[in-house]
């Protein structure tokens, strides 16, 4: 298989959240783009994704979600609305957040003042594992392990289904830290690994 030697992935789209009390919102998203070597050649390269979710509180602090997805260049069951839901647990007293549900999982857990663990896990196609300490003021250092699957449709293949995914891992150590209101620094290097183009559905 010839990989191309230019890949586009272009995409744009509204975001919109309604608060209607505490931990009670909804919202709704959509995009539209391109993710192929000749992009907006064709309809058959178009991109298209929207989601919508409704968030309700549940006991003190914690909270439900429920969404649904649609998304025609997704790592698995492309052209397929998805529903998920999950449950936001936020637990002070151990330091911990987390959201357990359908089809991803998050949780970030402090077990001591400098000290973070973090995972993110979307359905079996990517995940990202952190730890991270506080050094010095708001500066923390962390470790980093994260697997995430780029698709793209290619204008020239054979079926409407068929994508280009190219897969890696990747671990890498960095630096970051807030330097203003709503702004953050952060360097970081790392090293890819088990790296591959395939073709798949």
Avoid: C
């Amino acid at each position: 298989m010839a990989v191309p030697e230019n890949l586009w992935n272009i995409r744009a789209g509204p975001d919109y959240t309604h608060q209607i009390g505490d931990r009670n919102r909804w919202g709704a998203s959509a995009a539209f783009g391109s993710a192929s070597d000749e992009p907006f050649l064709g309809w058959r390269d178009d991109e298209v994704s929207a989601s919508a979710y409704y968030q309700m509180p549940s006991l003190q602090r914690n909270s439900w979600i429920f969404l649904l997805n649609y998304s025609n260049n997704r790592p698995f069951l492309n052209n397929v609305p998805i529903p998920g839901f999950a449950y936001l647990i936020n637990d002070p007293s151990h330091h911990l957040e987390a959201m357990v549900g359908f089809p991803f999982l998050f949780a970030r857990w402090r077990p001591v003042e400098d000290w973070t663990f973090s995972a993110r896990v979307f359905a079996a196609a990517s995940y990202s594992l952190e730890v991270e300490r506080w050094i010095f003021g708001r500066a923390a250092i962390y470790a980093q392990l994260q697997k995430s699957p780029i698709q793209w449709l290619l204008a020239d293949r054979t079926s409407v289904d068929d994508r280009l995914i190219f897969n890696s891992q990747e671990a890498s150590l960095g630096i970051r830290s807030p330097i203003g209101k709503g702004v953050s620094a952060d360097f970081s290097a790392g090293r890819a690994f088990n790296r591959s183009f395939y073709e798949a559905i």
